[in-house]
C-alpha cells in the first residue's frame, strides 16, 4: 500500500521530553520528503505546529482541519498549504478522516487518545480498512502498549484486532508495517473472540 497523505495526532504541546518536538519535525520532513502530505489539526503550537513547520521546509503539502472555536484563539497556521476551518471537533475528525490514507498518533493528551481510539474503532468495525499506527518517540507509547496487550489477556480485544495499531520508533519501519496491515472480520472475532 501506498500513502498519499497521512493523518497525524498530536499534542498542541512540546511535552516535558525534548525529543517529542525534534521528533516531530522530523517525521514532517519525513514525509515531505517521501511525497506523503501530512492532514492535521491546523495548529501553530506544540507538536502539531513543529509537524507543519518540517513538512513544509521539506516541501510537502500540509492540510490543517481547524474548529471555527480554535480559529478564534488564534492558533491556526497560516503557512500551510490549505487549511480548512470547520464548525467542531466531530467535522474535523470526519474531515481528517476522509482526506487521509492512513493515521500516525505521535506524543500528545486527551484529544490525541480520543482521535486515536476513534479511528482505531473505526477500523475494527470495518468502517474504514486504512492502517493505524503509534510513532513511539522516546518509548512515549510504552505504557499504552501494556494496556492494550491487558486488554487482549482479558478479552476485550482480539489478538487480530490488537494487529490493527502499529507501533514503531522509527518513521520507515511504521509505514512499512502499516502497509502491511489487514484489518480482519469483525464477525469472524465475535463468533471466534479468543482470536
Known sequence: ???????????????????????????????????????????????????ADGAIEGGGEVIGVIPEKLMGLELAHTGITRLEVVEGM?????????LADGFVAMPG??????????????????????????????????????????????GFVGASHRAILVVEEDPELLLAAMSRVKVPSLRKWLERPDV
Open 1 to 51: 500500500m501506498s500513502f498519499r497523505r497521512i493523518a497525524v495526532y498530536c499534542g498542541a504541546n512540546p511535552g516535558r521530553d525534548p525529543r517529542y518536538r525534534p521528533g516531530a519535525r522530523a517525521f514532517g520532513s519525513w514525509l515531505a520528503g517521501r511525497g506523503i502530505g501530512v492532514v492535521y489539526g491546523g495548529g501553530n503550537v506544540g507538536l502539531m505546529g513543529a509537524l
Open 90 to 98: 466531530h467535522p474535523r475528525k470526519l474531515r481528517m478522516a476522509e
Open 109 to 154: 493528551g486527551y484529544g490525541t487518545l480520543e482521535e486515536l481510539f476513534e479511528v482505531v474503532t473505526w477500523a475494527q468495525l470495518e468502517y474504514h480498512h486504512k492502517p493505524v499506527g503509534l510513532l513511539n518517540i522516546g518509548g512515549f507509547w510504552d505504557p499504552l502498549v501494556k494496556l492494550l496487550d491487558h486488554l487482549v489477556e482479558q
